[in-house]
Each structure stands twice: as C-alpha cells, then as structure tokens.
C-alpha cells in the first residue's frame, strides 16, 4: 500500500488521475477504482476525464460512502434527519432530569445528535464509550441516551455510519472485492479509525493508493506505516500565488468589489470558469448570489440549499400546515401565492388584497366567498383541490401509509408551462431543480415513516411534525451543468480545487477562523482522557488548527493571484476585527471602492423621462385640475413617486393586522384627538383612549404587546401636549380641522386642510399644522426649499377664511414638543417669514404643474435618503451616476 504525502500545489491528484487513466485504458477497466470523499469532486473528475474523450464506468470515479456502501447491506446507514428524529424520541422517552428542562428545543436536541455522531465517526459505539467514560457531569445521561438510539436504529435495520463500516470491513476483509484490484483514495482530509479500518480491509485485496496533504498527515504517517503504508512525499512544483488584501466598509461592498475585479479579469480575457470564491461564513452565501445576480456573473454555488425552503416544497408542506391550523386567511394565502399557475396573476393580487383587507379570518367557506368577491373565481378549483385535504385530519394511520398519502400532494403542484416549451436554459434549470426537489420531499416523507414506529397507527399530526423536521434538516443541492461560471466554494470544497484566480471573503475573527466552543456534553479535558484512550474525538483548539489548515489551503488552491478580503462593519453596523491569519502577510490593506452595475437596458440618449403620447396629456390635465400642496410635494421629492401615487393611484397591499397601527394611523388618530381636544377641552386622555378604540375596532388592530407599547407612547406625547405652556390653548380664538380651495391660475385649484387656526381680535391669524415626528424631523422642515405646504396653507388661509397671516407653525408631538415656523413677529424663536414667500411659491407649485402635465416622471429624487419610504421604489429605475459603475 502507499501513502502520497506533499504540500498542496505538489499535483498529488494529477498523479492519480494519470494512473486511473493508464489502468481505465489496460486489459480490464473494472479492476480499478478511485474513491473521493464528496459527489461534487467525483463530478469534476469524471467531467475532466469525458473532456479527454475517455469513455469510463460510472463506478469508475464514486465516493467513498458510494463504494462502501454495499458491502454493509442489509444494515443501512441512518440518514442525518432520522439520526434526529431518533435523538429526539429517546430525549422525550427517557425524559432524564439533566435534560428536562430543555428537551424541548430543536437546538439542544441538534447538539445532542451531533456529538452522537461525532463519537460513532471516531468508531466509539456507546458500549466502548461506557468503558472510557470520562468524569463530565453530562456523560452518564448522553451515554445512556447514545444506547437507546443505537437500539431504535437497529430494530430498523438501520446503523450509525461507524457501524456501517465495521460491517463493511469484515465483510470485505472475508469476502474480497469482487475483482476489484487497484483503488486510489484521494482528496481526504482525516480519517477517523472506522475509514482506517476499510482501508485495512481494502489492503488486504487490492493496491492500494492513498493521498494526504502533508499538513494532515503528521498524526496519522506512524498508524498508516504500521499498517503497510510506504510513503513517497512529493515536492511543491507549483508556484505561490500573488496575494492582495481588500477591505470594504460593508459585507455588501465586500462582494461588490469581488464582482468588480471578477469582472475586471473576465473583461481582460478570463473565462469565469478560471475564477473561484471561498466561503467560510454561511451568511455571505446570499449575499453573493444577491451581488452576482445584480451584475450578471454568472456563478455556481456549491453549497447544500435547505429542502424545506424551496418554493415547491413550501408550498406542499405549506397546503398542510394551513388545512392542520383550520385555514387561516393569511396562512392559505402565502401558500396560494407559490402555486406557479397563478403566483403572479392579477386574479391572485386582487385576491391578495381583498383578505388582507378583512383579515383576520379563517375558514374555506368563507375564503371561497373571498375570492368570488374579488372575481378571482379562477383560484377556485386549487382552493377546492386543496380543502380536499380537511379529510386527512379524521385519518389514523401507519407512517408508511402516510407517506403514500402524502406522496400523492404532488398533483396540487401543476405549473403553468411545460419545459418543451421554451428553449430558455435558466427555465430547463429550474425545472430539472423543482423536480429534484419534489423527489426529495419523497425522500423525507419515506425519512419520516423510517424514524417512527412502523407497527403504530397515529393520526396526521405527529407525522407531519417527525416530516417537518426531516425538511428542515435534509439538504437540497440543486443539479448545475453550467460550466463557464464562477465557482462559490466552502473552505472544506475548495480542497479539492485549482483555479488561476482565487477570493477569499470574511476575513474577520470569529468567522475565519470560526469561534469553536467546548463541546457542552464532553469539555476538552475529558475529551482529552478518551483521546489517551485511544478515541481520537477533537478538542476545540484542535478545531481552530483545523481552520488554520482550511485557510493555508483555501490559499494554495490560486496559482497566480489570491485576494483576501474583508469589511470594516458587519450587518448591524458594528466593527469587526480582522482575521489573524492576515498577520500571515504583511502588506496594506486596499479600500474598496463603492461600485454599482450598469443598467443592463439603458435609456437610449435623448430620450427624456416623460410620457411622450399627446392623447395622454390632457389626461393629465384633467388629473391636476385640482391639487394638494402634499401632492405638490411628493411630485418635488420625485416625479416617479408623484406619478405613480396621483396620476395611476396605484394602492400598496393592505397592511397585515399586526401592522395596521403605522405612522400614518398613529398620526391620524393624533390629529383627531387634537382637533377634538383644542375645540371641547376636557379630559385629553378619555379622548384618546375612546378615538384609539375606535380605531382599533374599525380597522381591526389586534390588541399586542406592540400595539400596547405605541396606545402609550401616544398618550404620553398628547398628555405632554396638553400640559405644553409654550403656546397656551385658549389664548386666541380657534378654529380646527379648515377646508379650504383657492385658485392657484386659470386652470388649477389648490384644496388642502389647515389642522389649526388660531385668530388675534384684530384679524391677525397664525396657522399650524401638527406632525407626528420628533423635534429633529421638525426643525428640517425648515430648511427644505422642497416644501410647499406653509406658504400655501397661509395662502389658503388668507383667500378662504378672510384672516391675515402673519405666522406658521409645524408643531412635532413625538417625545417632546417642538414648534417650528416662521413668524413675523418672532414668537417661540421662529424664523422670519421669507421676502416675496407667496408670490415665489405660487410660480414654484404653477412651474410644477406645469412639469407633471408635460408628461415628466423621471425617477430622480431629490432626497434619495427618503427613496426607502417611498412605496414605489420597488417599481422605479434611477439612474446610477456613471461614476460609480462597472459595465457588465
């Protein structure tokens, strides 16, 4: 048997791909196998031995597992989801008291099934692990626990992975390879003692080649010398990569400038298929495919997607859990919302729209009448599909009978297209991934019946709760032929690789390297007596050298430049400390510059941002016959806002139960009570407490710790209000909540509400407008040129009521009260009132008239800050400054 040893760049796999190639192309092919721990690197070698035209056997290039696997039949090895499930039944059967109080949590039982698997991955059974009992105060109750998992697996003709191999090697060792005379392992990292004894037993039949990197081989060269292994190390024979160091102010600019120098070698004659990324924080995985996507870099993530969360499966699991919690509106509707035939129809919106109007609610009957009502009668027949379901609740059966049943929820999922209609590449993807999706829900609901009691008959509800664990904890890696792409890679998968142009991202401490605590059942001291015991479980500081050796070999996988990158903030705002694997290089770190990509449909030169159609102006002409000096303001913000809230009134969704006491209900209910209070007097808070309720009441706010928290957060400013001397109630006479219109030209009316007016005797009048912001929102308003509605509410003032102004107030009301304005006698620190302030805001609101009837929408803000309250923005396009972006 021999052991290739040598640092990476030492072209260990390139040895064994040549003897697999001499041996694939000899008298007898079948006698050769190469063994690699993940499908993915078996993928990527048999791709790169069909580009050489050889023609191999599909066992040829297999994983590990793959290989072994049926020399441990009739014992199968327990998947991880029924590992948990089975963790999670003893957990509640045994109910030990060191448990008991947080048995009841997914996260515990996780931990627990963790080091279970752990200890069977290192060949400690529970009776070895009884005989090497350490003295933590967890262990008894995680043995006994271990004991029972190994019984209920085994009464299903299941194992641990451990076990399975224990079997495979005395099977092999007694019964041979079948003719199988040559096998190179390659790729490996570690190889606990159970992996050690097939390949013992492999050795024992047929040459056996074995490769390390020296890194992971110091520990394990005297156990493989002692079982036969001859060593031969090889020399690095390629070069180290140029190394650069990147650090970003965000993780969102972090990625931008990945794909602005990705772009940048692309741009320079690159194919992506030459460029990699290496991931070790999860979180960035997002926000790489957001960043990508945004600039057309094609890439492939080699990462496990959460089954539960795709789309075709939420929308099956979720018809279940509506018909189980008695079809809540709400609930029935997100699930209607993934049904593909109807997802993004108009029928489904105004559906959408007409139950969140009246939720909450619950009930089929009355959904049904819904959907009539907002003549979204199309949705029926799925809506009756799926109340066909209400039957299962009466059901009680075996859980393989109930994954049958469950089987057959396929029907429900019946997209609109068929893939022979298109020849689009991304759709043919998608549904080649939908279908591997729908056969992996299978798969967990066949997971599910394995892990409950096969002899039991039990209603929906708790096979349905052993299936949801199942989805959550099964992975989904969606099938990618894609060959010219980027390759997103974890730091164990890039092991495997070797690209020209490598990036390495979050290189920030406790991501790279992650934060490894001490296991909670076995700390590293008694972890340490069962190592001198010869079971080699790992500490947590030999966990931290396992993330030096990822990031030294996350490196070397470049062979001309490598770029580390990392940023200054992470997603709260908070600083981050750079990774000390950067003190490995000493050299300054570059700033990211900000970047954005192009529009990928650019307005053609000259065209303006207008409605160019002359039968759609008078239209508009018709629409601004009368105005509102709030609309005036939105169209001054944004034209787009202005265009899409006045002139097409397009309407947001109704807001859930939950959010319906927003700003703006919160303001209107302080506006009533003000009006009501300033005019009666009396008691400030029974008003508030019987306007709150009647609100609460006719738009169905439910009564929540939130909705509590903003009734008294309400109350306190108005009470604040009324004990408020700063401008007394009473002091002048008081008109509120004004109508008024005027003439603004010949053809425009200006008509608005004026919330206050209070009158001196001898005509004077000072106006105010409350505002339900804090003071700091209160004192811009003073210096925002883009408002109009003081001067225009003076003006109102003044042609509809008679009364000569001489003062404007907005007076903010949350957290204190603030008056700002303009007076011309000076009163509560104003501001002077401008110099020919009417006659400038008059050709202001007549030139912004004139502006929306010329057709203009142009989607430039003036205060882009103010873009993320603008229900439009999901809708609009600005226009990126040509400075900030990289072409595609």
């Not at 040893?5 to 190639?21: M, Y």
């Not at 056996?208 to 001859?230: I, P």
């Not at 029935?332 to 993004?344: D, H, K, S």
Request: proline share 6%; net charge neutral; charged share 25%.
């Amino acid at each position: 048997m021999r052991l290739i040893t040598g640092p990476a760049g030492s072209g260990k796999t390139q040895l064994v791909v040549n003897e697999l190639r001499d041996a694939l192309s000899g008298a007898d092919p079948a006698a050769a196998r190469l063994l690699v721990p993940t499908a993915t690197l078996a993928q990527h070698l048999q791709n790169q031995l069909a580009r050489e035209r050889m023609t191999l056997r599909g066992d040829a290039i297999q994983t590990f597992s793959g290989f072994v696997r049926p020399w441990a039949l009739p014992v199968k090895q327990a998947a991880d989801a029924i590992v948990y499930l089975t963790v999670e039944d003893a957990v509640r059967r045994m109910d030990r008291p060191e448990f008991r109080q947080v048995a009841q949590f997914a996260g515990f039982c996780n931990a627990l099934a963790h080091t279970i698997t752990e200890f069977s991955s290192a060949g400690c059974d529970s009776h070895r692990l009884r005989h090497h009992l350490p003295d933590a105060p967890l262990a008894a109750p995680l043995l006994a626990i271990y004991h029972e998992v190994e019984r209920a697996l085994e009464q299903r003709g299941l194992a641990l992975r451990a076990r399975c191999l224990e079997l495979a090697a005395a099977r092999i060792a007694s019964d041979g390879l079948g003719g199988i005379r040559t096998i190179w392992l390659d790729g490996f990292q570690a190889l606990p003692d159970p992996e050690l004894d097939i390949l013992a037993a492999l050795g024992r039949h047929a040459e056996v080649t074995l490769t390390l990197d020296s890194a992971d081989c110091r520990d394990l060269s005297r156990r493989l010398a002692a079982m036969g292994f001859v060593e031969q190390e090889l020399p690095r024979v390629r070069g180290t990569p140029a190394v650069s160091v990147v650090r970003a102010a965000t993780i969102e600019r972090e990625t931008e400038e990945i794909a602005r120098r990705i772009l940048e070698q692309v741009s320079a004659g690159r194919p992506f298929r030459e460029i990699g990324v290496v991931v070790r924080p999860r979180a960035y995985v997002s926000v790489l495919r957001t960043t990508f996507h945004r600039f057309g870099i094609p890439a492939r993530f080699y990462f496990d997607e959460d089954l539960g969360g795709h789309p075709a499966v939420r929308f099956l699991s979720g018809a279940i859990n509506a018909m189980l919690h008695g079809w809540d509106h709400l609930e029935t509707l997100a699930v209607l919302r993934l049904a593909p035939r109807f997802a993004a129809s108009g029928a489904m919106d105004r559906f959408d729209f007409k139950l969140h109007e009246q939720a909450p609610n619950a009930g089929l009957g009355s959904l049904k009448e819904l959907a009539v009502e907002a003549g979204a009668e199309i949705l029926l027949p799925l809506i009756e599909e799926m109340g066909a379901l209400e039957e299962w609740r009466s059901f009680v059966l075996s859980p393989g009978d109930w994954a049958r049943r469950l089987a057959t929820l396929h029907r429900l999922f019946r997209p609109a297209v068929g893939p022979a209609d298109t020849t689009d590449r991304n759709l043919v993807r998608m549904w080649r991934n939908q279908s591997a999706a729908l056969a992996a829900f299978d798969e967990a609901l066949g997971e599910a019946a394995a892990a409950l009691d096969p002899g039991a008959e039990i209603p929906l509800d708790p096979y349905w709760s052993a299936v949801a664990s199942v989805l959550r904890l099964k992975p989904l890696r969606p099938r990618d032929d894609r060959r010219n792409v980027v390759r997103v890679l974890s730091a164990p998968e890039a092991r495997q690789w070797v690209l020209p142009i490598v990036f390495v991202c979050g290189m920030v401490e406790q991501q790279f390297p992650q934060s490894h605590r001490q296991d909670p059942f076995f700390p590293d001291e008694a972890r340490r007596r069962l190592s001198s015991a010869g079971i080699r479980v790992r500490t947590a500081a030999e966990f931290e050298q396992e993330e030096r050796a990822l990031f030294h070999s996350a490196v070397a996988r470049a062979t001309m430049l490598v770029t580390l990158s990392y940023p200054v903030s992470d997603g709260r705002g908070e600083g981050t400390l750079p990774s000390v694997f950067l003190d490995d290089f000493v050299m300054p770190a570059l700033d990211a510059p900000p970047v954005a990509p192009r529009p990928r449909q650019r307005r053609e030169p000259g065209r303006p941002h207008a409605i160019a159609n002359a039968a759609l102006l008078p239209v508009l002409s018709q629409i601004t016959a009368h105005v509102s000096p709030t609309s005036l303001e939105s169209y001054l913000q944004c034209a787009f806002q202005y265009f899409g809230r006045q002139t097409l009134k397009l309407q947001t969704r109704p807001p859930r139960p939950d959010q319906r006491l927003d700003f703006m209900r919160q303001g209107n209910i302080v506006h009533t009570v003000l009006a009501r209070w300033w005019a009666e007097g009396g008691d400030i808070a029974a008003i508030f407490e019987t306007e709150f309720e009647r609100t609460r009441e006719e738009f169905g706010i439910p009564v929540t710790y939130h909705s509590e928290r903003l009734r008294n957060a309400m109350l306190d400013d108005l009470l604040a209000f009324a004990a408020d001397r700063q401008w007394p109630r009473g002091s002048l006479r008081s008109r509120t909540e004004l109508k008024f219109q005027y003439t603004l030209d010949d053809t425009t009316v200006v008509r608005g509400k004026i919330d206050r007016i209070d009158e001196s005797p001898d005509g004077r009048a000072f106006v105010f407008d409350y505002k339900y912001s804090n003071a700091q929102n209160t004192k811009k308003k003073l210096s925002d040129e883009r408002l109009l509605q003081a001067p225009l509410y003076l003006m109102g003032a003044a042609q509809e009521f008679g009364v000569t102004p001489v003062g404007v107030f907005y007076i903010g009301l949350k957290g204190a009260v603030e008056y700002a304005g303009w007076t011309e006698t000076g009163e509560l620190e104003s501001q002077p009132m401008p110099n020919d302030w009417f006659s400038r805001t008059r050709e202001r609101a007549q030139r912004a008239v004139a502006e929306i009837r010329g057709g203009r929408v142009a989607a430039k803000p003036a205060d882009p800050a103010a873009c993320r309250f603008c229900e439009c923005r999901d809708i609009c396009r600005i226009d990126v400054p040509a400075a900030a972006v990289v072409s595609l």
